[in-house]
Nanobody, 124 residues
Framework: QVQLIEAGGTLVQAGEFVRLSCAVS????????MAWFRQAPGKERAFVAA????????NYAGSVEGRFTISRDNTKNTVYLQMTSLTPEDTAVYYC?????????????????WGQGAQVTVSS
């Protein structure tokens, strides 16, 4: 049974940075492409960033490109989302997701495994 555990959710002020982590248990991380999605109050879950088996295979939503960085450390079975220059519009619950494919995807329906979510709140 694959489990994803997010950590790092917090309350910060606008302009600050946060690093989220997603630890994978039950299998080896190098067998999965990973992604981060987020859901703000009253809104649908939205794609944030994704990374394939190869570290250079990354994809970002336009609203976060240049500010957020997704990375993976297969030796630690952990994926990270480094978020900088945060604004109140980044406030959401952030979810980690995994799919058994070498290629990443922006479609949440392509991901079989999900974490419980981590709340990030950015105050103005």
């Amino acid at each position: 049974q694959v489990q994803l555990i997010e950590a790092g959710g917090t309350l910060v002020q606008a302009g600050e940075f946060v690093r989220l982590s997603c630890a994978v248990s039950g299998n080896f991380l190098d067998r999965y492409s990973m992604a981060w999605f987020r859901q703000a109050p009253g809104k649908e879950r939205a794609f944030v960033a994704a990374i394939g088996w190869k570290r250079e295979n990354t994809n970002y939503a336009g609203s976060v490109e240049g500010r957020f960085t997704i990375s993976r450390d297969n030796t630690k079975n952990t994926v990270y989302l480094q978020m900088t220059s945060l604004t109140p519009e980044d406030t959401a619950v952030y979810y980690c997701a995994a799919r058994s494919s070498p290629n990443n995807s922006e479609n949440p329906g392509h991901y079989a495994y999900w974490g419980q979510g981590a709340q990030v709140t950015v105050s103005s």
